[in-house]
């Protein structure tokens, strides 16, 4: 129920963006209209603008990052939104923090059961899930693709974890942040705790 999930809280972010007048809200409303890995794709444009590996982005760079990933902001928000997160005033922010904030809260009951579920795939207890991991966790057996001949199980495997790759970089490995950035996209979309843990519980037989 994946997909149904992402095009309603597409449908549903769209609609709350013509609502809200907070900087950060419309900018966390507009990665999640692209889907669960929406949050995930702009850290992922920061990161390649991140030049010298310096974990922080000035205006400049801030300003480029969200026009390179198609963000309707103008200036005078993106200013704003920039100051909201240099708190210290240094004219850099660290971009690890701005996605964290910009991430869909979450409670802990949920944040819990996420990492229970990463926990369960990263068999190698490493911290990155990979498709030597998801042998023996995951099933490929029953993919369609594998069933008609299409895929091989590392096929499928790879498809997987493209889901939590983001979007334009899918290198075949998922870190922690990695799956809870696509969980708190999942997560805007169900309204309880109690069905979040559901949903988990039977995706992930935890």
């Not at 199980?153 to 990695?178: C, I, M, W």
């Amino acid at each position: 129920g994946t997909a149904r999930h992402d095009r309603e809280m597409a449908i549903q972010a769209k609609r709350n963006l013509s609502k809200t007048t907070d900087p950060v809200e419309r900018l966390r409303l507009q990665c999640l209209a692209r889907g669960s890995a929406g949050i995930k794709g702009l850290g992922r444009v920061f990161r390649i603008m991140d030049d010298d590996n310096s974990r922080t982005l000035d205006f400049k760079e801030f300003v480029k990052g969200l026009n390179d990933y198609a963000m309707m902001i103008d200036k005078e928000e993106a200013q704003e939104i920039f100051r909201i997160f240099d708190k210290d005033g240094s004219g850099t922010i660290d971009f690890e923090e701005f996605l964290v904030t910009l991430r869909p809260p979450m409670s802990n009951a949920r944040k819990e059961i996420i990492m229970q579920a990463f926990r369960k795939l990263d068999k190698t207890g490493d911290g990155v899930i990979t498709i030597e991991d998801l042998r023996g966790v995951y099933n490929a057996k029953h993919h369609p693709k594998y069933q008609n001949g299409d895929w091989t199980e590392d096929q499928v495997f790879r498809a997987f974890l493209d889901n939590f790759d983001s979007p334009y970089d899918k290198d075949g490995k998922v870190t922690t942040e990695e799956f809870m950035n696509y969980y708190a996209g999942v997560s805007a979309s169900i309204d309880t705790d109690v069905y979040f843990i559901i949903m988990m519980k039977n995706a992930w037989k935890l």
